[in-house]
């Protein structure tokens, strides 16, 4: 069959036809200019369609078949259940073709989510002043793992995203203001040649996102009715609509990140699954937000004591800023979810994790700069103006803090 024709017709759906030929001319553009081709995978709808949607036309002959694909799996450890299981189901189907191999990406033990929130007392991310999360547990992770493979072989490679626009303001700023870089032109996907993440390779890895055009009702129509499909691959990507919606999950579109993300006003995919009879019992994972805002509390912190002097021998904009979590916080937190996880039937902290997050508790562990002898946040001290000076604090200084 022939991406260009009836490739994705059949009697139920019509899948965008010039979607898919947008997204093929995209890779064959680039195909080309590379050694090697990786896929970077999250295990969510956007990546999972690129990666088999990919491997379907190498299969049916539309591109050529590299001698090694590779397929980077950003494993975060706070995945929802359903993307979990599809992504480890996946995971055994890629691994019955020999030119594919897999790769599963973790963060190093001590700056994965639990260990580095419950063991280290970083306090958990929020949108406004540490949004730590992402790039510690999934973006740098995967460079370096990509890094390492490519490090070891001759000439370059191009790794695939499963990047669209609109998902995100920001990202969808990031790409018009990049799309005429590199030689890119519109119509041809989102690419770039260099990652910047990919230290001491930069030039030898580019990437592109040959679906940046497909709207979400087409990532569906694939996800739905096509990749299934022998002809398609039969892949097992049923399940994965669960996460997002179930049958409705074109129309209620949940976003999905690390269960009970505390960037995210709602869970919505959470919300979902807990309201069907499947997935009822991840109830309790719900309990997840309310314990980050509690763990984000100043009664929960430590604080600096007094004014902080920089390398320059400047004072710091910030005295007596908020910092890490009370070696009793984290205490309680790990004994919470434990149990969230217990009543939930589900692996947010495993055994290596939890001795780890006992261990550096025992060694009264805390982030850079910060000895844990410091006062508790709800404490406020004197004043420390910024030319050094002290006065007490009055009480109409803390109306509104």
């Not at 690419?191 to 040959?210: C, F, S």
């Not at 996800?223 to 609509?241: C, D, M, N, T």
Request: proline share 6%; glycine share 8%; hydrophobic share 45%.
């Amino acid at each position: 069959m022939s991406a260009r024709d009836n490739l994705f017709a059949d009697g139920v759906r019509m899948l965008s036809t010039e979607a898919v030929e947008l997204t093929l001319q995209s890779l064959r553009a680039y195909w080309d200019k590379h050694e090697y081709v990786a896929v970077a995978w999250s295990g969510g709808k956007d990546s999972t369609a690129v990666l088999t949607v990919l491997i379907h036309l190498i299969e049916a002959g539309e591109l050529p078949r590299p001698a090694k694909l590779y397929v980077f799996y950003a494993d975060t450890r706070q995945e929802l259940p359903p993307i979990q299981m599809a992504a480890e189901m996946v995971m055994a189907k890629l691994r019955t073709f020999d030119w594919i191999e897999v790769i599963i990406v973790r963060a190093p033990l001590d700056k994965r989510y639990m260990v580095y929130i419950l063991g280290r007392g970083v306090p958990p991310p929020n949108n406004n002043t540490l949004r730590w999360c992402t790039r510690q547990i999934k973006v740098d992770p995967m460079a370096e793992a990509l890094g390492r493979v490519i490090a070891g072989l001759p000439g370059t490679a191009l790794m695939i995203t499963g990047v669209r626009q609109g998902e995100s303001a920001v990202r969808d700023g990031r790409i018009e203001m990049s799309c005429s870089k590199d030689g890119a032109e519109c119509g041809q996907g989102w690419y770039q040649q260099t990652l910047p993440e990919a230290k001491g390779i930069r030039g030898r890895i580019a990437t592109l996102a040959p679906i940046l055009h497909w709207r979400v009702c087409i990532v569906w129509d694939w996800l739905k009715y096509y990749a299934r499909q022998p002809e398609f691959g039969g892949w097992p990507v049923s399940i994965l609509a669960d996460a997002y919606g179930g049958d409705e999950a074109e129309e209620i579109n949940a976003r999905t990140g690390c269960i009970g993300c505390p960037l995210a006003v709602r869970d919505t995919a959470l919300d979902f699954l807990v309201s069907t009879e499947a997935w009822a019992h991840l109830a309790p994972l719900a309990e997840l937000k309310p314990l980050y805002r509690w763990m984000r509390l100043p009664q929960q912190r430590l604080r600096k004591a007094g004014a902080e002097m920089l390398k320059d021998g400047s004072l710091a904009k910030n005295p007596q800023r908020m910092g890490p979590l009370t070696l009793e916080a984290r205490g309680i937190a790990l004994a919470k979810v434990l149990d969230i996880q217990a009543r939930a039937r589900v692996d947010l902290i495993n055994a290596e994790e939890e001795a780890r997050i006992r261990e550096l508790i025992a060694a009264r562990t805390f982030p850079d700069k910060w000895d844990g002898n410091e006062p508790n946040a709800a404490v406020w001290l004197d004043k420390v103006n910024q030319d050094g000076s002290v006065e007490p604090i009055l009480f109409r200084d803390l109306v509104g803090q």
